[in-house]
T-cell receptor
């Protein structure tokens, strides 16, 4: 079984401040981990992903995340928040089902990021 | 490229009515998913289809049925709609060429009164 917990349903930061969105996962096999962003009335867009290899992954719009197996975490960070970063962010976990098909993709509850001027 | 297309975008149903949400992808992806999104609950998996010809239940399958019509299309049916099924529904697809990422449709906002 796999699951994702995002700590904090709402995070508020000032423009220019550090953004930290927390994600912990549970997976019985090595996970693939993702962060998605959702702007109002839109679908989800991929920010970044970890599958194998380097544990620090960089994504779009200056975001990055670090896979820490010992802590079962995949926290999302950005050094300096911008007003345009205001959105809802989702962490997700899956595993490689092998071959050309994929199994479940499980999402966390989401974190709404507010950026103040 | 169209990506993942969902229809309709909006729908209002009366309790007990039935309807089918349509989803089609043009990326030749093997795997497709249906989620519902409710405030504070993230995206919850209703059903998924790992490959053409297979479907499996997700976290919240009760009250729904799915059909993987072909590789492109994956429909979600509500046989007898209930107010608890008021939600935003998203279809997604994944394939080897997508680098493990999922592509999402724009969503269907369903209200059951």
């Amino acid at each position: 079984a796999q699951s994702v917990t995002q700590l904090g349903s709402h995070v508020s930061v000032s423009e220019g401040a550090l953004v930290l969105l927390r994600c912990n996962y549970s997976s019985s096999v090595p996970p693939y981990l993702f962060w998605y962003v959702q702007y109002p009335n839109q679908g989800l867009q991929l920010l970044l992903k970890y599958t194998t290899g380097a544990t620090l992954v960089k994504g779009i719009n200056g975001f990055e995340a670090e896979f820490k197996k010992s802590e079962t975490s995949f926290h999302l960070t950005k050094p300096s928040a911008h007003m345009s970063d205001a959105a809802e962010y989702f962490c997700a976990v899956t595993r490689n089902a092998g071959g050309t098909s994929y199994g479940k993709l499980t999402f966390g509850q989401g974190t709404i990021l507010t950026v103040h001027p | 490229n169209a990506g993942v297309t969902q229809t309709p975008k909006f729908q209002v149903l009366k309790t007990g009515q039935s309807m089918t949400l349509q989803c089609a992808q043009d990326m030749n992806h093997n795997s497709m998913y249906w989620y519902r999104q409710d405030p504070g609950m993230g995206l919850r998996l209703i059903y998924y289809s790992a490959s053409e010809g297979t479907t499996d239940k997700g976290e919240v399958p009760n009250g729904y049925n799915v059909s993987r019509l072909n590789k492109r299309e994956f429909s979600l049916r509500l046989e007898s709609a209930a107010p608890s099924q008021t939600s935003v529904y998203f279809c997604a697809s994944r394939g080897l060429d997508s680098g493990d990422r999922a592509f999402f449709g724009q969503g269907t906002r369903l209200t059951v009164v």
